[in-house]
């Protein structure tokens, strides 16, 4: 089946730099599009969604881009903290229809 | 609003052995999924359950079963352990099927 990648399986950033975590899908009829945060010994934790219709969507410290054309999803986290440490999961879906399929994820770590 | 919560945290089991984990979903969303998730393999689907109907089913072998009640509260099953089936084993509830999808803690299985 198709599935979603990450292009970089590691990340290490300055604390108080912006982070980019790039992902890469390959349903091109994807119409939804989650990213998640998950630390050591939890569950991962929803950061943001953007659906297909749009190609920006805004949260707190955090962007989602959606490119269409590429078929390409990141994740920018403004000023990162230590306590951004993880790995960040994108997941894509077709609404109603299938099952979120996730990529390998990247791991993000801060450095103080 | 209580987030998704899955029993137990932490279970160990003898191969052969046969295993129950439930998950309760946050009130009034009526959509389950389960993940299997290992360092390996990543997530993987197992199922999806909307109003006690199971709607899509991922590439596990049959000793993988699940069942929603008519609370929206979910159980998996697996039957004749292996090994292999060590993992953390994650649920995720929605409103609609995937779309802002919130994961529990999971339960950590250690088949030995």
């Known amino acids: 089946g198709e599935s979603v990648g990450l292009h970089l399986p590691t990340l290490s950033v300055q604390e108080g730099d912006n982070s980019i975590i790039n992902c890469a899908y390959s349903?091109?009829?994807?119409?939804?599009f989650i990213w998640y945060k998950q630390e050591s010994g939890k569950g991962p934790q929803f950061i943001i969604d953007i659906r297909s219709n749009m190609d920006k969507r805004q949260g707190q410290r955090v962007t989602v881009l959606l490119n269409k054309t590429v078929k390409h999803l990141s994740l920018q986290i403004a000023a990162t903290q230590p306590g951004d440490s993880a790995v960040y999961f994108c997941?894509?879906?077709?609404?109603?229809?299938?099952?979120?399929?996730f990529g390998k994820g990247t791991r993000l770590s801060v450095i103080a | 609003k209580a987030g998704v919560t899955q029993t137990p945290r932490y279970l160990i089991k003898t191969r052969g052995q046969q295993v129950t984990l439930s998950c309760s979903p946050i009130s009034g969303h009526r959509s389950v999924s389960w993940y299997q998730q290992t360092p390996g393999q990543g997530l993987q689907f197992l199922f999806e359950y909307f109003s006690e109907t199971q709607r899509n089913k991922g590439n596990f072998p049959g000793r993988f079963s699940g069942r929603q009640f008519s609370n929206s509260r979910s159980e998996m099953n697996v039957s004749t352990l292996e090994l292999g089936d060590s993992a953390l084993y994650l649920c995720?509830?929605?409103?609609?099927?995937?779309?802002?999808?919130?994961f529990g803690q999971g339960t950590r299985l250690t088949v030995v």
């Open positions: 995720a509830s929605s409103a609609q099927a995937n779309t802002e999808a919130f």
């Open positions: 349903n091109s009829a994807s119409d939804y």
């Open positions: 997941a894509e879906t077709l609404i109603g229809n299938t099952p979120l399929v």
